[in-house]
């Protein structure tokens, strides 16, 4: 047993301790990615506090909610963020007649939103959960959709009402507040997103993200798909961005992981190639838009990055046969190979990788050395490291506040622990520290598509393997579960999948890391000005598609 498994295995021995000495266990669960363990619904907070604490599991990656014929559940899919690869899923059953659990947003700020949301959906209650209410729904919506008793039929009326200063009646605040309303149709949110800003003067007092506006069910769309053909086409429009292609690899790692599918190491390095394209497509995208937000820079900064982007874009189309929505994955491995003829194809990525280093050259003149920029986002938007973990933040606004943590090094997939790449990071904890992460990032995609080119180029053309020899027809064994994730462009996106022996998922549940990173906004936008508070909304480069689904 090498060293790493030692670690590994004393590192489960911990915590099994730790829930074992807490007598709230009811039994042991293997789901496909981690060890499970059911847990007493009136126990929650304990166990996940013990579980943080002692056995160090800081980051609750994911809260997923499903009914069964017999009970309702919640899983709450927990990581360390100094070891990804130490996975725990926490499992919480509750009754049909009374589904009500104990809240886990006294351990984890992050479950507040994802229990909310299971409130919404599926009416599981929460107990001491500091605000359940309906997230994506309007208040007065009748019953929980994802029910199976729900009546899709049913008309709903959805009525309107005055939006309330909630520091209103505080009569102690020496000065008289003022509710202002962005978005929900703001160029500066980036999408349907509204926010609710207290105001007291020019200082922001409260802010309080409302979402809901763009839901697409696209988790009960997938739950109606077949797993071999009909889901993969949905991912790309999570995130219409830029980032599709990384999406593709999220459902792509857990379905290959439920149904035992191996990919071919060629196909695993056109896989890494093209997901750092889409990277570098959707970091330009908010370079771009970033400087539009904060200095109104459309003429060069933004028109750069689209023009930048359409070269990218360009070099895509070549390879997938689209521009936006690429649908290039299989399960097992991509679609076809590179285009013919290759050397051209090949010489046009290095093209542009040759023009990239200058470029950005002129993209950090423009906005890290911009003397408006700094003002705008230099010690703006401030996130620490620990609330960053308690609300489960990953990606570039982890990393910009110092948190090195990044699932292609830290739970390798793909090619990348054989290519020769950093994990950026910077300890500015602000806007200005997120901005440089994004800038730097592109070169080090740059840097990880210049060594795929490389070896595809040499690679042995009997040895060209695109897919893997998967069944035309998946059906999982029946409760087989998963939860597998990726680092997509905006952080760690997470698909969680159940089987029930058919050729569909049973559940289909989306981790989209806007989710997270835009419940932990607030944080970021007390006590600062309004103004900042549009750097510090574009710092988290949010996008609507994943955080509504």
């Not at 986002?377 to 982890?398: Q, R």
């Not at 910009?400 to 054989?418: A, K, N, T, V």
Request: hydrophobic share 35%; with cysteine; charged share 30%.
């Amino acid at each position: 047993m090498d060293a790493v498994q030692q670690s590994r295995r004393e590192r489960r021995a911990e915590w099994e301790r730790v829930v074992t000495d807490l007598d709230a266990v009811l039994a042991r669960e293997a789901h496909r990615n981690a060890p499970g363990i059911v847990v007493r619904a009136d126990r929650v907070a304990a166990v996940l506090e013990a579980l943080s604490d002692r056995a160090g599991f800081d980051h609750c990656a994911c809260v997923t909610a499903q009914e069964y014929a017999d009970r309702f559940e919640t899983i709450y899919h927990l990581r360390s963020y100094d070891d990804p690869t130490r996975k725990l899923s926490v499992v919480v059953p509750t009754s049909k007649a009374e589904p009500t659990s104990q809240s886990a947003a006294s351990v984890y700020d992050t479950a507040d939103w994802h229990e909310r949301e299971a409130y919404d959906l599926l009416g599981i209650e929460y107990d001491d959960h500091p605000d359940l209410r309906r997230i994506l729904l309007p208040e007065s919506w009748q019953g929980h959709p994802l029910r199976e008793e729900y009546d899709q039929s049913q008309p709903q009326i959805v009525t309107y009402r005055e939006n309330v200063n909630p520091l209103e009646d505080d009569h102690e605040r020496a000065s008289d507040t003022m509710l202002l309303n962005i978005g929900p149709h703001h160029p500066a949110t980036h999408g349907v997103l509204h926010v609710q800003l207290t105001l007291d003067g020019e200082q922001v007092v409260d802010a309080e993200p409302d979402i809901g506006y763009i839901h697409r069910c696209e988790e009960q769309v997938c739950q109606q798909g077949t797993y071999r053909h009909q889901i993969m086409p949905y991912p790309d429009r999570w995130d219409w961005g830029g980032g599709g292609l990384l999406n593709e690899w999220a459902y792509a790692r857990a379905a290959e992981d439920l149904a035992d599918i191996d990919v071919p190491e060629y196909a695993q390095v056109l896989r890494t190639m093209s997901a750092e394209l889409s990277r570098i497509l959707s970091h330009f995208l908010a370079v771009g838009a970033y400087a539009l937000d904060v200095a109104g820079d459309f003429t060069a900064t933004f028109m750069y990055a689209i023009q930048d982007r359409e070269r990218v874009q360009s070099l895509l189309e070549d390879l997938t046969g689209q521009r936006l929505m690429f649908n290039y994955f299989r399960l097992g491995g991509v679609a076809w190979d590179l285009p013919e003829p290759r050397e051209e194809f090949l010489a046009e990525i290095r093209d542009f990788l040759d023009f990239l280093p200058d470029r950005l050259a002129e993209y950090h003149d423009l906005l890290s050395q911009n003397e408006i920029i700094q003002l705008r986002t230099l010690d703006t938007g401030h996130l620490d490291p620990d609330i960053a973990k308690s609300y489960g933040v990953t990606g570039p606004v982890a990393r910009g506040s110092g948190i090195d943590y990044d699932l292609r090094r830290d739970d390798p997939y793909g090619y990348y622990d054989e290519l020769d790449w950093e994990v950026i990071t910077e300890d500015g904890c602000d806007n200005y520290a997120r901005l440089l992460v994004r800038m730097r990032e592109i070169e080090e995609s740059a840097a990880i598509v210049e060594q795929c080119a490389d070896l595809l180029e040499d690679w042995p053309e009997d040895d060209r393997t695109i897919q893997s020899n998967v069944p035309r027809t998946l059906r999982p064994e029946p409760d087989t579960e998963v939860y597998r994730a990726v680092e997509a462009a905006k952080g760690e996106l997470g698909i969680y999948i159940r089987s029930d022996g058919t050729d569909k998922p049973a559940r289909f549940k989306i981790r989209g890391p806007s989710f997270s990173n835009l419940q932990a906004l607030p944080e970021m936008a007390n006590g600062e000005y309004v103004a900042d508070f549009i750097a510090t909304l574009g710092s988290l480069d949010t996008i609507m598609g994943e955080v509504d689904r």
